[in-house]
């Protein structure tokens, strides 16, 4: 139904709109500005920052254009000289409670308050005062503990927009709250915890919507770019598919703008010495979990299927519904199998003696539009693959820092290979429904049943927050959740467990095109035009399904046999943990061991801790012998292909502690916990860890 239409005045300028439109949308229709900070198009407006009041004739007090409804007749005016007054006072109490930060601040250049007071040039005008409640040193202002996200509320100007993007009508997660009243307002973690030890999932839309720098991605740009200076290393960057499209963003293109070639002469102007491409690894991403789904549709009891490439999903699952993990798809992320190939296969070999020998390995950077994969690049069984991982905004930070001018750069630009040959299956992973997509074509194939549907299955594309289904002819019922508050809503009954044979999570809305790297923006349909870009990208591919991956069938011939296999479940799949579980405790040391980290180990442990090694080592007593042990008692550790892991056995029990090590031998542990006081907060450490040889088991 169509809506009916209304006239106006703003700034003497007549502007129609239809009836439902607030103050805002009549400025903007004019042409006018008026400054926002607390005001995002996809998340309710409170208009808490009050820099957006306009005055509107016969009305005796300035009214916010962002939550104002626009009425027939109106007379706005944007820019008297009260309003100008007001907004210039506002700023000021804003700089009054903000620190002098800018020139060290990861979002200098596209902070709005900083590019509000630079736009005016207003001064400051009181003296400092710090945010915060002196009556509440529990509430920190500072927080790293999260390798994803970063928190520093010193910055924090109270829009409320990150308390959006985690509550109700955004990922619905509660992490972030508001605590105390008035000056000493601010915002804090749920019972004031390090945000590491929350049930925050890293998804990253707090820092989406954050107009400031008080919530940023971990910024590891900086450490990638003096590496790349040096030129020491061979390195290595692979692209997500939702970067070559966003980024082109950051540079003042029109959203949906596809910039693949231009990225691509960027990255090798910044240094790098082979660009690929993730979509090599989605392809094969699609060959294992296609197979995987397959293989489950044989034994119905351990459908449906859930998909594994989203690890804002993945840590919601280990948070809060562990007993979900039976039936989370053991493929590793496009990302980590990349990362694998690139270090720990035939590539890493091919670059010389050293690589091949152990002594060397590449430097592997990933550029992903999501803060959750400098997470997953950290997962027990998984840390080191990716050695540092840059969101789409820190790829442009690095970008205008050497001065490139990426506009100007040609779009004529092709990956390398061995790893950057791609299909459009592997395009459209970006997008949420994709996977799903993407999968179903392979599948059917695989099944014998090309013929069965379409190659594409819009019903189970579109960037709103929804659950969508599709029945699949020849296999059976799917479905896409798009957003995690979409999955919540799913399984808040157990119907899922019968009604479906798949179902698709992407924790953010729209997929990866909404992730939480991605740039900012205010335009509302930004997500639909970036779909629209990514879906272009498949339907021009020459190849659009998995399988006629000529590079992943190569590699498949020559080194992993075929999907599912022993050496395929060695690089490609991975095992899961509920989170402070007796398996996950192990999973962390071990991962701690294989990497010779002992520092990393003692944080595992308490400090009058046991091991039992059941081995030349014997038993070591005490967190400070075993850090020794793992720093100078065990061989170094090789590198490439010769790293060696210890892997967790595939089960569904989270008490199986069974260990199969790099040479095929298999063992099993037993555990003790026990809990500490670190810092005010209790914390689960390791109390005494015993090995358990196979032999002594049967």
């Known amino acids: ?177 508001f605590a105390e009243r008035g000056a000493e307002r601010q915002p804090v973690t749920v019972f004031d915890q390090d945000l590491a030890d929350t049930s925050c999932i890293s998804c990253g839309q707090c820092t989406l919507v954050c107009p400031v720098g008080a919530l940023i991605e971990a910024p590891h740009w900086h450490e990638v770019l003096n590496r790349l200076d040096a030129r020491r290393d061979v390195a290595v960057v692979q692209v997500a598919p939702a970067t070559r499209i966003a980024i082109s963003e950051e540079f003042g293109m029109p959203a949906g703008t596809i910039s693949t070639g231009r990225m691509i002469n960027a990255l090798r102007a910044l240094g790098f010495d082979y660009v690929f491409d993730t979509n090599f690894a989605a392809d094969l991403t699609i060959m294992e979990e296609a197979s995987e789904l397959l293989g489950r549709l044989q034994n119905p009891s351990e459908l449906p299927l859930f998909t594994s490439c989203c690890p804002g999903w993945v840590n919601w699952v280990e948070i809060n519904r562990p007993d979900l993990l039976p039936h989370l798809s053991s493929t590793k992320s496009p990302q980590q199998m990349h990362g694998a190939l690139s270090k720990r296969a035939a590539f890493a070999r091919s670059l010389g003696p050293e690589f091949a020998e152990g002594r060397r390995e590449p430097y592997v950077v990933s550029v992903m539009p999501c803060t959750a994969k400098k997470d997953e690049a950290l997962r027990p069984g998984q840390r080191g693959d990716v050695d540092r991982v840059l969101t789409t905004r820190e790829l442009a930070r690095m970008i205008r820092a050497r001065g490139i001018a990426f506009n100007a750069l040609p779009e004529e630009g092709v990956f390398d290979n061995p790893l950057g040959a791609s299909t459009g299956a592997a395009q459209i992973f970006g997008s949420s429904g994709g996977v799903m997509e993407a999968m179903l074509r392979t599948a059917l194939h695989m099944a014998g049943n090309d013929q069965a549907g379409a190659l594409e299955w819009t019903r189970l594309r579109g960037v709103d927050r929804a659950i969508k289904t599709a029945e699949i002819p020849g296999l059976g019922r799917v479905a896409i959740c798009n957003g995690i508050a979409s999955a919540q809503q799913l399984l808040q009954t157990d119907d899922w467990r019968q009604e479906f044979i798949a179902i698709e999570v992407m924790a953010c809305v729209g997929g990866c095109l909404g992730g939480g790297g991605e740039p900012k923006s205010m335009d509302p349909l930004v997500l639909e035009k970036r779909m629209k870009a990514v879906y272009a990208i498949d339907q021009k591919a020459p190849r659009r399904r998995s399988f006629e991956n000529p590079q992943v069938q190569a590699l498949y011939a020559s080194e992993l046999g075929e999907p599912n296999s022993d050496e395929a479940r060695r690089l490609l799949h991975t095992s899961y943990a509920p989170r402070h579980s007796r398996r996950d405790f192990p999973m962390r040391f071990l991962d701690c061991v294989d990497r010779r980290d002992g520092s990393g180990a003692t944080r595992l442990l308490h400090p009058d801790a046991v091991w039992e090694t059941a081995g030349p080592f014997g038993e070591l007593r005490g967190a400070t012998a075993i850090q020794a042990c793992i720093n100078l008692q065990l061989p170094p550790r090789q590198s490439g292909p010769s790293y060696a892991r210890l892997r967790m056995q595939p089960s569904n029990d989270p008490d199986d502690l069974s260990i199969i090590a790099p040479n095929g031998e298999r063992c099993r542990f037993e555990i003790e916990l026990d809990t500490l006081l670190d810092a005010g907060q209790s914390k689960t450490v390791i109390r005494r860890l015993v090995r358990v040889v196979q032999a002594e088991t049967q």
């Open 1 to 177: 139904m169509q809506k009916q239409m209304m006239t106006l005045t703003v700034n003497g300028r007549e502007v129609e709109l239809a009836e439902g439109s607030t103050l805002l949308d009549a400025v903007r229709a004019a042409g006018a500005q008026v400054p926002t900070l607390c005001h995002h198009p996809r998340l309710p407006s409170h208009a808490v920052c009050r820099m957006c009041l306009v005055e509107v004739k016969g009305r005796t007090r300035p009214q916010a254009a962002c939550v104002t409804p626009a009425r027939t007749g109106d007379v706005v005016d944007t820019d008297s000289d009260a309003l100008r007054a007001f907004r210039e006072a506002n700023a000021q109490w804003l700089l009054a409670r903000h620190p002098n930060d800018c020139m060290r601040c990861e979002v200098s250049g596209s902070c709005a308050l900083q590019n509000l007071i630079h736009e005016h040039q207003w001064q400051e005008r009181w003296e400092k005062v710090p945010i915060g409640s002196p009556q509440h040193p529990e509430h920190r202002l500072h927080d790293h503990t999260s390798p994803g996200i970063w928190m520093d509320f010193s910055k924090c100007i109270e829009c409320g927009l990150c308390v959006e993007a985690c509550g109700e009508h955004g990922q619905q997660q509660f992490v972030i709250g």
